[in-house]
T-cell receptor
Framework: DSGVTQTPKHLITATGQRVTLRCSPR?????VYWYQQSLDQGLQFLIH???????AKGNILERFSAQQFPDLHSELNLSSLELGDSALYFC?????????????FGPGTRLTVL | AQTVTQSQPEMSVQEAETVTLSCTYD???????LFWYKQPPSRQMILVIR??????QNATENRFSVNFQKAAKSFSLKISDSQLGDTAMYFC??????????????FGKGTHLIIQP
């Protein structure tokens, strides 16, 4: 158990809909990263939040957005869903300090768009 | 931008054998980290081993070791005395050291390793 929790574990929805994925980082971790794992694109970095502020964007679509709340949990919002958005969505958290900080991955949320 | 390439989609070896997974990368960065992650059928991402680019010594973690060739931009993973529990997808990953890892990890496509009994 990495200490990172993600809800829900599975989500099935229809094209055009909007969903919200939730991530709670390890206690004390200020950074949250979101990743998407799909058959077509593989594992790719979406976005990084640190202590409530966006730090970096990766290959995140404009239909997707994220935020990190004062209690440090994060939500990834996916809208106007398409079949190709079906994927496993991971969040990872890390501490913030000098030097290297390992990213600890949550168990993922499996999104199926029908 | 950096890219990570894993040229072996799938490998299969017998239990107790040694296996080497290949990874090459391309970057203009001079300070970075390289990683191997394991993803078993449970889909959990597990860090296997990490290498700092500024260190010449190859990292080792028990049965896992790497061969890091910075000039060649090569980063292979050797698994000794392979076990059935090593069966998993293995991902090579890159992270810039500058900016505190803000840009996240860049992953290769993965190698599916099967350990046969």
């Amino acid at each position: 158990d990495s200490g990172v929790t993600q809800t829900p574990k599975h989500l099935i929805t229809a094209t055009g809909q909007r969903v919200t994925l939730r991530c709670s980082p390890r206690s004390g971790d200020l950074s949250v990263y979101w990743y998407q794992q799909s058959l077509d694109q593989g594992l790719q970095f979406l976005i990084h939040y640190y202590n409530g502020e966006e730090r970096a964007k990766g290959n995140i679509l404009e239909r997707f957005s994220a935020q990190q709340f004062p209690d440090l949990h994060s939500e990834l919002n996916l809208s106007s869903l398409e079949l190709g958005d079906s994927a496993l969505y991971f969040c990872a958290s890390s501490a913030r300090g000098a030097g290297y900080n390992e990213q600890f991955f949550g168990p993922g949320t499996r999104l199926t768009v029908l | 931008a950096q890219t990570v390439t894993q040229s072996q989609p799938e490998m299969s070896v017998q239990e107790a054998e040694t296996v080497t997974l290949s990874c090459t990368y391309d970057t203009s960065e001079s300070n970075y980290y390289l990683f191997w992650y394991k993803q078993p059928p449970s889909r959990q991402m597990i860090l296997v081993i990490r290498q700092e680019a500024y260190k010449q010594q190859n990292a080792t973690e028990n049965r896992f070791s790497v061969n890091f060739q910075k000039a060649a931009k090569s980063f292979s993973l050797k698994i000794s005395d392979s076990q059935l529990g090593d069966t998993a997808m293995y991902f090579c990953a890159f992270m810039k050291r500058t900016g505190g890892g803000a840009d996240g990890l860049t992953f290769g496509k993965g190698t599916h390793l099967i350990i046969q009994p």
